[in-house]
């Protein structure tokens, strides 16, 4: 079952390990929804979807994305990796972006990082971040903390 957020918006996700997950999301004032997911396979998170995005480990047995992932997306998805550079057969993302099976693209990891190949640095469809996607305010403010604790935490000890 795909979580519905009461927002218009269904989320579903695929992952090897975790069959079900609940997530907390905080929001302003102290208020909280919680989003329970149950994971599906792979395949049918591809064809359902309408904005794909990766958070997976580099893959040994080569792209998790690639033309035949492509052939089985919505016309029109969305794709963006936050994950690691190679994890996206990237000529089959350019195919796939200049057929218009996927409307958008969002990297903020490329195979030749830090320097993406020219097709990918300069394509109309695609945006790129210099893999800085996790450094929002609210990540430093908990890597900070987490440090502090563990500074602490250190110097208790002793």
């Known amino acids: 079952r795909s979580s519905d957020l009461g927002l218009g918006m269904r989320v579903i996700a695929a992952d090897n390990n975790v069959g079900r ?6 929001f302003y004032n102290n208020q909280f929804i919680n ?3 149950e994971t599906e396979p792979l395949q049918d998170v591809l064809k359902h979807s309408d904005f794909i995005t990766l958070h997976v480990p580099a893959q040994k047995d080569g792209y998790m994305i690639g ?13 963006v ?4 550079g190679g994890v996206i057969d990237e000529a089959a993302l350019i ?3 200049d057929s218009g099976k996927v409307r958008f693209a969002g990297l903020d990891v490329f195979i030749n990082e830090p320097t993406p190949s020219k097709e990918i640095l300069t394509h109309s469809k695609i945006s790129l971040t210099p893999h800085t996607g996790a450094s929002t305010l609210e990540a430093q403010d908990r890597i ?5 604790e563990q500074i602490s935490s250190i110097l208790q000890i002793q």
């Open 21 to 26: 997950a609940s997530i907390k999301v905080k």
């Open 144 to 148: 900070g903390l987490s440090l502090a």
């Open 81 to 84: 990796n936050c994950s690691r």
């Open 67 to 79: 033309k035949n992932e492509f052939e089985i997306m919505k016309d029109g998805v969305a794709v």
């Open 35 to 37: 989003v329970d997911i």
């Open 95 to 97: 195919q796939a972006l």
